[in-house]
């Protein structure tokens, strides 16, 4: 079975310092991933995925996520943050040898940028 | 082009009542899901419609069904409300894959909050 975890509920980051919102993942075959994010009381947004390739991923908004393969992680970073960025940041996975094609949503990081 | 878009936005039901959450895609997606976000537990997926014509269950289908009208249109439908569905309900569509197996991102409908009391 197929599993995400975000192991912090919650990342206070100053505006304007780097940030990270963590994720790890198991998967029975090759995964593909992404990150989402959810404004309130708006659905989730598409950020980026990883699928093969290089291992950093860049996406909207000027995020990105950098694909470990060994530590099984695949963490949402920010070179500089902004008020703008606080919202609740989803990681989710699809096995790729999996026929029935689901994705497994982490329970979810709040990100609070304090200005 | 509206993506994905969910009626109503809010609704208060009684224990026992039924009613049918409506979803549509403009984006010619084959596949759409429906989802439910409680808080702590992120997304589980209710039902899901891998093209027109069938669907399956997916984590939690105890008390919903689902018919997928058409191409466009998927519907999600409580027969007797329970208070253990209050949450808010997501329907979503995939992006098709460069191979066209839809193994692409989703787009998410804005949402829409129900309570059961």
């Known amino acids: 079975a197929q599993s995400v975890a975000q192991p912090e509920d919650q990342v206070n980051v100053a505006e304007g310092n780097p940030l990270t919102v963590k994720c790890t993942y198991s998967v029975s075959g090759n995964p593909y991933l992404f990150w989402y994010v959810q404004y309130p009381n708006r659905g989730l947004q598409f950020l980026l995925k990883?699928?093969?390739?290089?291992?950093l991923v860049k996406g909207s908004y000027g995020f990105e996520a950098e694909f470990n393969k060994s530590q099984t992680s695949f963490h949402l970073k920010k070179p500089s943050a902004l008020v703008s960025d606080s919202a609740l940041y989803f990681c989710?996975?699809?096995?790729?040898?999996?026929?029935?094609?689901?994705?497994?949503f982490g329970i979810g990081t709040k990100l609070q940028v304090i200005p | 082009n509206a993506g994905v878009t969910q009626t109503p936005k809010f609704q208060v039901l009684k224990t026992g009542q039924s009613m049918t959450l409506q979803c549509a895609q403009d984006?010619?997606?084959?596949?759409m899901y429906w989802y439910r976000q409680d808080p702590g537990m992120g997304l589980r997926l209710i039902y899901y419609s891998a093209s027109e014509g069938t669907t399956d269950k997916g984590e939690v289908p105890n008390g919903y069904n689902v018919s997928r009208l058409n191409k466009r249109e998927f519907s999600l439908r409580l027969e007797s409300a329970a208070p253990s569905q209050t949450s808010v309900y997501f329907c979503?569509?995939?992006?098709?894959?460069?191979?066209?197996?839809?193994?692409?991102?989703?787009?998410f409908g804005p949402g829409t909050r129900l309570t059961v009391t």
């Open positions: 990883y699928i093969t390739g290089d291992n």
């Open positions: 984006m010619n997606h084959n596949s």
């Open positions: 979503a569509s995939t992006a098709p894959w460069a191979s066209g197996s839809g193994l692409g991102e989703q787009y």
């Open positions: 989710a996975v699809r096995d790729i040898g999996g026929g029935y094609q689901k994705v497994t």
